[in-house]
């Protein structure tokens, strides 16, 4: 359906690769012919480790055809991703709702200049869901003495009026490192 022929990738002719009759001596560079975008990603700063041999663009896609989306291997992207790395899988106790529908929610699958494959830094990419205040801090230079009624109502009003202290400057996984998901008690906040 792209317009293509099996010739544009396999070399019946010419013994270039190893395996699979391929045009170019690996899978990846024979990939890399018609997608350069890719290319390009995989030699940022945080990458999948194809140049360095240790995953293949077959590891995730199969080129001949699949029913999930992108020619991958699996229904979803998370469902690729978890074929590597299990530990994000779960089952938690308390879950992040965005790792749960898709982990390029929050990564970017093949490169990113940001480790590790993350769309932007925190607290920014945090801020793309999260508003941006924070129940357990005081707005800076007001006291929390000053507000009237307990610790709820303090919060309550904290978070009403003021972004959070913790926000500026910091990054949120300096607190809430457990972001894929805990069954610890206090992971409702995903605190380790």
Do not use: W
């Not at 899978?27 to 700063?45: L, V």
């Not at 106790?93 to 529908?101: G, Y």
């Not at 007001?142 to 009403?160: C, E, K």
């Amino acid at each position: 359906s792209n317009q293509l022929s099996c010739s544009d990738c396999h070399n019946p002719m010419a013994k270039i690769s190893a395996t699979g009759l391929l045009k170019k001596p690996t899978i990846n560079e024979t990939c890399y012919t018609c997608h350069q975008q890719q290319r390009a990603e995989f030699a940022k700063r945080s990458h999948m480790p194809l140049n360095e041999g240790k995953l293949s663009c077959v590891d995730c896609h199969n080129p001949h055809g699949s029913t999930g989306p992108k020619l991958l291997k699996k229904n979803t992207v998370t469902e690729t991703c978890y074929q590597c790395h299990a530990e994000k899988r779960g089952p938690f106790l308390f879950e992040h709702q965005p790792v749960t529908e898709d982990c390029a929610n929050c990564h970017t699958p093949h490169g990113s200049n940001i480790a590790p494959l993350l769309k932007s830094r925190a607290p920014f990419l945090c801020q793309e869901c999260h508003d941006g205040t924070h129940a357990s801090g005081t707005p800076a230079g007001v006291n929390a003495a000053g507000f009237q009624g307990g610790l709820a109502a303090r919060n309550a009003a904290n978070v009403a009026q003021f972004p959070s202290k913790n926000l500026v400057g910091r990054a949120c996984t300096n607190c809430h490192s457990q972001v894929h998901g805990t069954n610890s008690p206090a992971g409702g906040y995903l605190q380790r």
